[in-house]
T-cell receptor, first 114, second 114 residues
Framework: GNSVTQMEGPVTLSEEAFLTINCTYT??????LFWYVQYPGEGLQLLLK?????DKGSNKGFEATYRKETTSFHLEKGSVQVSDSAVYFC?????????????FGSGTRLLVRP | DTEVTQTPKHLVMGMTNKKSLKCEQH?????MYWYKQKAKKPPELMFV???????INESVPSRFSPECPNSSLLNLHLHALQPEDSALYLC?????????????FGPGTRLTVL
């Protein structure tokens, strides 16, 4: 079946450092790809998404490009803030029965120190 | 408005109790989801409703019983739960269950089973 693999966390950075969180996927067909963020004690929020190869999703300074040739969707940000501390989930959509469902990676915890 | 609301925020119940979790959205979405999230793990899909009909049941034990009274509401009825059912229960909704449809998550109900 389809799957998503994320880099192990936690990732600890100083404020204003460059962030990369790796995400690779295995899928048949052409899934849509998503990054969700979960702040402590909260639900998940969509951060960005891409629906076809070479699409770049971006939001709040975060970016990710859908790379079909490397089956990757790495999350990047040029300068992280303490407020970016959260858990980040990469996900893809998979067709099951009569619906698409999200397949999540294991999540990567980011801790940004002042 | 991209808000999904869930009540209650916290719930503590004994193994013989019956309780319900509630979820509401007013975005006109026709798909709604229940997820279970254990600590430091990604969300696991439990149920999907599409146009008020159950379209996916991920082999969830019968002690969890979903209900979709109308297109804005989703309930999860709980009965005879086990301590291992303690988790964060997340509701989500999306426009439909299409490939690129974004799922919007509520803040969750933190359930503790004693």
């Amino acid at each position: 079946g389809n799957s998503v693999t994320q880099m192990e966390g936690p990732v600890t950075l100083s404020e204003e450092a460059f962030l990369t969180i790796n995400c690779t996927y295995t899928a048949t067909g052409y899934p849509s790809l998503f990054w969700y963020v979960q702040y402590p004690g909260e639900g998940l929020q969509l951060l960005l998404k891409a629906t076809k190869a070479d699409d770049k999703g971006s939001n709040k300074g975060f970016e990710a490009t859908y790379r079909k040739e490397t089956t990757s969707f790495h999350l990047e940000k040029g300068s992280v803030q303490v407020s970016d501390s959260a858990v980040y989930f990469c996900a893809l959509s998979e067709w099951v029965d009569s619906s698409y469902k999200l397949i999540f990676g294991s999540g990567t915890r980011l801790l940004v120190r002042p | 408005d991209t808000e999904v609301t869930q009540t209650p925020k916290h719930l503590v119940m004994g193994m013989t109790n019956k309780k319900s979790l509630k979820c509401e959205q007013h975005m006109g979405h026709r798909a709604m989801y229940w997820y279970k999230q254990k600590a430091k793990k990604p969300p696991e899909l439990m149920f999907v409703y599409s146009y008020e009909k159950l379209s996916i049941n991920e082999s969830v034990p019968s002690r969890f019983s979903p209900e979709c009274p109308n297109s804005s509401l989703l309930n999860l009825h709980l009965h005879a739960l086990q301590p291992e059912d303690s988790a964060l229960y997340l509701c989500a909704s999306s426009q439909e269950t299409g490939l690129g449809d974004t799922q919007y998550f509520g803040p969750g109900t933190r359930l503790t089973v004693l």
